[in-house]
């Protein structure tokens, strides 16, 4: 793997820690590790051609995501979410973007006067332009994604879109815990969704909801993003049912 020679010493073995985490992390989204599926320290450090200390780093930052369990005697084991823990997920998300979108877009709310106000002067900076435009290509790409029923391409766009858009309101702990939570309900989803035919089925109204913000149109966003947690969590709820 790349970063395993010269430089800092520590600083290549946080960089190895790191990319071995999202190497299994598109382990488990990509299906290829199953959910309760087991596995050690020593497979995982002969399999990326590793030492184990970054490979134990790694496999317990991922258990800190809630995305594997440790077993002090067995190594560590895929976690396996239920149709309730996606329910829950659902619920946390909707509140975050909500909060989120809301802070900029709510015309009464003293405090997302100042949210507004930073970024309205960020708008002006040819940067966040190219940041905009970022999102909203991305947003595209995952919308053909979704129509095609191609769930691997709409999984990294879709975590890009909302890791960016999230980015732009200037709090980076709801962004960090949006994107959090967007793993793992992926995560918990990927074991019902790679069981049928996805094309028509998923969810693609990212550049509406930009547009949308773009706007400042507060009732549409909260629409939107109300009809996308609806519409997923009805799917997994029809899928875990068989």
């Not at 200390?53 to 239920?82: C, I, K, M, N």
């Amino acid at each position: 793997m790349p970063g395993t020679g010269g430089g800092n010493g520590s600083v290549t073995r946080s960089t190895l820690r790191q990319q071995i985490a999202d190497a299994l992390r598109d382990e488990v989204l990509a299906g290829r590790l199953q959910p309760g599926q087991e596995f050690t320290v020593k497979e995982i450090a002969e399999q990326y051609g590793v030492s184990a200390t970054p490979v134990r780093e790694a496999l317990v930052d991922l258990s800190a995501q809630g995305l594997l369990d440790a077993d002090q005697h067995r190594g560590f084991r895929v976690h396996e979410y239920s149709p309730a823990d996606y329910r829950g997920m659902i619920e946390a998300r909707g509140l975050v973007t909500d909060g989120l979108f809301h802070r900029y877009l709510d015309e009464k709310s003293d405090i997302s006067r100042a949210a507004r106000a930073a970024l309205d002067a960020r708008a002006g900076d040819p940067r966040t332009a190219a940041v905009l435009a970022g999102v909203r290509r991305r947003g595209e790409e995952a919308e053909r994604a979704a129509v095609a029923g191609d769930l691997n391409i709409l999984i990294g766009y879709d975590l890009r879109f909302w890791r960016e858009l999230s980015n732009l309101f200037g709090n980076p702990y709801l962004s960090d815990f949006l994107h959090r939570l967007r793993v793992q309900s992926w995560v918990c989803a990927v074991q019902y969704l790679r069981t049928v035919d996805l094309r028509g089925c998923l969810w693609a109204e990212h550049t509406a909801l930009v547009d949308a913000l773009v706007r400042r149109d507060a009732e549409a966003a909260h629409a939107i993003v109300t009809e996308y947690n609806a519409h997923s969590l009805a799917l997994i709820e029809r899928l875990s049912a068989g």
